[in-house]
């Protein structure tokens, strides 16, 4: 008997995060995410996926791609350490007292 191969649709749309560094993409798949994740994680997203109803994977599945390694965490990581010790220079805030956008009309 011949091992079914899984139907596919498509290709999955990647996961895309943005960084003091600048944009990178993560596999957003139950595999991808899984074998970028460092090995010590692995035993605990994979209790947590089977664990997960349906509605509620893609925002698990989102959570857990951002635990991967990427080229960008170092200038992420140099950013909140400048924050932490209070260097907010070249920070822009948006003006909070603007609400329009919550408009219905």
């Known amino acids: 008997m011949a ?3 899984p139907v596919r649709r498509g290709e999955p ?3 895309r995060m943005a960084g003091p560094g600048g944009v990178v993409e993560l596999p957003s798949t139950i595999a991808g995410i899984r074998s970028r994740l460092p090995e010590d994680e692995r035993v ?3 209790l947590e996926v089977r664990a997960t109803g349906a509605g509620d994977l893609p925002a ?3 959570r ?3 635990h991967i390694p990427t080229e960008l965490d170092d200038a992420e990581e140099a950013l909140v350490l400048r ?3 209070g260097d907010f220079s070249g920070l822009t805030f948006s003006d909070d007292g ?3 956008w919550r408009s219905t009309g």
Request: charged share 40%.
């Open 60 to 62: 698990v599945l989102a």
């Open 83 to 85: 924050l932490k010790d």
């Open 98 to 100: 603007d609400d329009s």
């Open 44 to 46: 605990q997203f994979d």
């Open 3 to 5: 091992e079914e191969k």
């Open 13 to 15: 749309v990647p996961f």
């Open 64 to 66: 857990w791609a951002m």
